[in-house]
């Protein structure tokens, strides 16, 4: 029936020169067709404000609330919301049709003849109700398809010339008599089916893009992920946090005093600088110090729950030092030692009043330079795992598990002149020491968000092996003023205990570190932290000077060394502590 129909309409339409637009069987026609009675009042014409200007009138259509008007000025506009579609062309005046049968429920229409401008105007709505249309010769002013809804103009012509070459199966299509034009100077158009025009569809929404929740700030870090910047800048900065992080940050700590022997004192001059009247003026506590440093911390997430990472970060050389030239009429200065052979406090004279170099002598005065100086530095490089054991959207709670190696070095070096007329002396004392940790790590990490801020805090505990080594060396002079100087084996300091010493011991090393986190973009953070360490059994250099001294062997080139100085492993403490400043990377 609705084939025959089609059929029929067409050839109504090819004789009579007359457009019409009709519908699905049960639902609301216009035109002169077959089980209709026209009982319409027809409104005279209008005057045409140009040619082929149509007006249409009122049309009550069953199912519509009221009547619907279809205006139409020189473009064959069509107006209706709901399942009717009106299609006028030519000067037709279109008056009130009431069918003579009641239509089933379901409405569906059918539009034959609308010229792409129209289709682009119909909503889905309306569209969705559309059978397949047929190809149809009309009449319609030039007019140029310009419509949002387009998905891709070129390949929708290229899908409607590929219908018009090879329609589908079962499906007739007429073809009109080829004309160019009308009397009336309008353009013969022939019109492809509505679905070569590729609507996009009003109901599916273009699907976002997923963003991860590594950003920490929720919706209200915006920026981000916006695809608009094309610049390599702008999408470094303004990407979508993914699966890796990259962490950098400026160190400032400041690691703990080191204890050690007094080894420079100073007293009034005239007096000798022994202890414990003398004053300390380097060792007995060697000075900890702000030092800068680096951090780096990477990694990627290999599941959901599961990622890898690295870090690395190194300290400066924490200094302290000290230097004089005094002079004897000014002040006393010397290096302070127990004398195991006269069983005293003792000190190697570097200015004062006396004529040697050790014991308080009276002569004609004597003088001298010093220099001394303590370093430490330190390093460290991690590779961990992260297993995330609480996830939502304000709280992260991660498992951290991995390898871990510190190293830390200290250094202690002390050298003096003294100038004894007609004597020289000259003593270099150098303690190296060497930590190094191998072992693994345990902890937990936890991250609190609101808005733009996240708390993180990490603590945990490296637990292994701690190689500890000794290096001393030493080195004297003793010579006339203007001789050529020659060294001779052992210091002040380091005589007979000169060497290299190694021993392991298990350790332990505790970290904490707290950050602020501020986010300005989706995937970058400034922060700020602090963090603290502590190293357990290590060997620290001013710790392994043993200020038991027989002099006599370095005052006399070439004696054989006593048992004072002697050697003995001493473990120590040292901690580390400061603030953090970076940046936080998530891609």
Known sequence: MKSKLRRLTLAALLISNTSMTFAEDGATTVGDLPEYEVNSKVIPAFPAAGPSTNHVGDLNFIGADGPNTVSDLGSNY??????????????????????????????????????????????????????????????????????????????????????????????????????????????????????AIGFKSESTPEPESKITTNCDCGDSCDGGCDSSHHSRLGRLFDGCPDDSWLSTEFLLWHTQDRDSPALIATSPAGTFPVLPDAQVVFGDKLEGEFSGGFRLDTGKYLTDNFAVGARFWILANNNDSFYADPRPDQISMGRPFFNTVFGIEDSLAISGPGSSIIGNAVGTGIEGTIWAESAVNMWAAEAYTRL?????????????????????????????????????????????????????????????????????????????????????????????????????????????????????????????????????????????????????NVALAGSQVDRNIDPFPVLVPGSAFSDNPSFTFNDSGMWVQGLDFGVRWDF
Not at 110 to 126: F, N, Q, W, Y
Not at 469 to 497: C, E, K, M, W
Not at 506 to 524: Q, S
């Open 388 to 536: 995330r054991l609480n996830c939502n959207k304000n709280c992260k709670v991660d498992f951290l598990s991995g390898y871990s190696h510190l190293n830390l070095e200290d250094v202690l070096r002390i050298s003096s002149r003294t100038i004894a007329n007609p004597s020289d002396y000259r003593f270099h004392d150098t303690f190296e020491t060497r930590n190094q940790f191998n072992g693994g790590q345990l902890g937990f990490e936890l991250a609190l968000t609101e808005g733009r801020l996240t708390f993180r805090s990490m603590t945990k505990v490296h637990l292994g092996n701690m190689n500890q080594r000794v290096f001393i060396d030493g080195s004297h002079s003793v010579t006339f003023l203007g001789d050529p100087v020659d060294y001779y084996d052992g210091g002040l300091l380091a005589q007979g205990n000169q060497g290299t010493y190694e021993r392991n011991k298990f350790a332990f090393i505790p970290e904490v570190n707290f950050k602020l986190e501020y986010c300005t973009r989706k995937n970058v953070k400034l922060t700020l932290g602090y963090s603290f360490l502590y190293f357990d």
């Open 78 to 195: 069509v107006t209706d919301d709901g399942s009717n579609v009106v299609s006028d062309l030519g000067t037709n005046v279109v008056g009130d049709v009431v069918p003579s049968f009641t239509p089933a429920g379901e409405r569906g229409t059918v539009v034959i003849g609308l010229a792409p401008s129209m289709l682009t105007d119909v909503p889905e709505s309306a569209r969705s109700n559309f059978v397949e249309a047929v190809p149809l010769p009309i009449i319609t002013p030039r007019t140029t398809v310009v419509s949002d809804a387009l998905i891709d103009p070129s390949e929708v012509a290229a899908a409607a010339d590929s219908a018009s070459d090879s329609p589908k199966a079962g499906t007739k299509t007429s073809k009109a008599e080829e004309k160019t034009s009308t009397p009336d100077d309008m353009e013969i158009v022939t019109v492809q089916p509505f679905q």
